[in-house]
């Protein structure tokens, strides 16, 4: 089996070595085209990874933020008008 990177290098050199084995030149080239669209592709996926990873840590970093703001929020429920039943546990049955 033959390395990727050794047809991608010396395609001249593969196209005679498999010419000889019957494969077409054509072939070796249309392989090149498929080779180079594949490494595009991955190089685009990677692309999207890192951004689906950036703006993960964003959301991360937005529920954290809404979390402390609620738990401070909530620090001031009992002493607002309102929540008497609240802190005295009245209501639970």
């Known amino acids: 089996m033959l390395d990727m990177k050794l047809i991608r290098q010396q395609p001249d050199w593969v196209k005679t070595k498999l010419g000889a084995r ?3 030149p054509e ?3 249309e392989l090149l085209v498929l080779d180079e669209k594949r490494r595009s592709i991955i190089v685009q996926t990677e692309d999207l990874k890192a951004k689906r990873n950036q703006v993960s840590g964003e959301i991360a970093q937005k529920k954290a933020r809404q979390g402390t703001r609620r738990r401070a929020n909530q620090g001031d429920a009992g ?9 005295s546990g009245a209501g639970e049955g």
């Open 79 to 87: 002493s607002r008008p309102g929540n008497q039943w609240a802190r």
């Open 22 to 24: 019957g494969i077409k």
């Open 27 to 29: 072939e070796i080239d």
